[in-house]
């Protein structure tokens, strides 16, 4: 019987990869077919108007358009994966928490949304601004390659993206019971420390430059103690008299 119990699980695992892969395959042939546009888009803004894109090898161009399209395929996967991870895992859940973690899902996915927002409309404008400068005080004669450029933009999105999923990290965390209000009261001023530091890493290093960065970091961690102390009162009042 527990092999039968195996195989089945086996069976669903397969399926629900099957149809995560079968969407990336679709959302990679859309990324293919949008890659150009969406390059041209990041070429017009303010940030890359000023910037010449050098290639320096035959394929740098076409490395940067397979990139732009996974990347593409990825973020548009994200909550598909995060979809069938749940439907996985849903027949050894209550009603209740079923009900309760379904929400995760889209709330992952809009803040990721959020997180490349901020990153490339704010942060990245500010570094590329500093970091000309920079060059430009030294005498450098600025020569930029594609790829250089990519990367660069790369390093300051996607850590600031996975930054703006600190709530959900939170909600799930406290919904697990391994964070409570009196452990992030504890925590609190290190967590200002942290983010502080991070806000200071990811930004030129000028006191608006860290400011414009670390008050929306402490913003986004105190919207995610409001979450998760409110999640933990729900639990609290849920829990029976003993």
């Avoid at 790369?154 to 909600?171: Q, R, S, T, W």
């Avoid at 030129?204 to 970091?217: A, E, F, N, Y």
């Amino acid at each position: 019987m527990e092999q039968d119990d195996w195989i089945l699980h086996l069976t669903e695992v397969r399926k629900r990869l099957a149809v995560t892969a079968g969407w990336f395959v679709a959302t990679l042939c859309v990324g293919l077919y949008v890659s150009p546009g969406i390059l041209r888009y990041v070429k017009s803004q303010r940030a890359a108007a000023d910037v010449e894109w050098n290639v320096f090898s035959f394929t740098d161009g076409l490395m940067i358009y397979m990139k732009c399209a996974l990347l593409f395929a990825v973020l548009f996967t994200l909550p598909v994966l995060l979809y069938q991870l749940w439907a996985f895992v849903k027949p050894g859940l209550t009603e209740s928490e079923a009900r309760g973690t379904l929400p995760y899902i889209p709330a992952a996915f809009a803040l990721f949304l959020s997180g490349v927002a901020f990153s490339y409309l704010v942060v990245f404008p500010m570094m590329l601004r500093f970091m000309k400068k920079m060059n430009q005080s030294i005498g450098a004669v600025e020569t930029y390659g594609i790829d250089r450029y990519f990367s660069f933009l790369f390093d300051i999105v996607f850590p600031m993206a996975i930054a703006f999923e600190l709530p959900v990290v939170m909600l799930f965390l406290t919904r697990i019971g391994l964070l409570t209000p009196e452990r992030i009261r504890k925590t609190r001023k290190y967590a200002y420390v942290g983010l502080a530091i991070t806000g200071s890493c990811i930004s030129p290093p000028d006191m608006v430059s860290h400011l414009s960065v670390t008050i929306p970091l402490i913003l986004l961690f105190e919207l995610s103690v409001a979450v998760s102390g409110r999640q933990w009162r729900v639990m609290q009042q849920t829990v029976p008299n003993r």
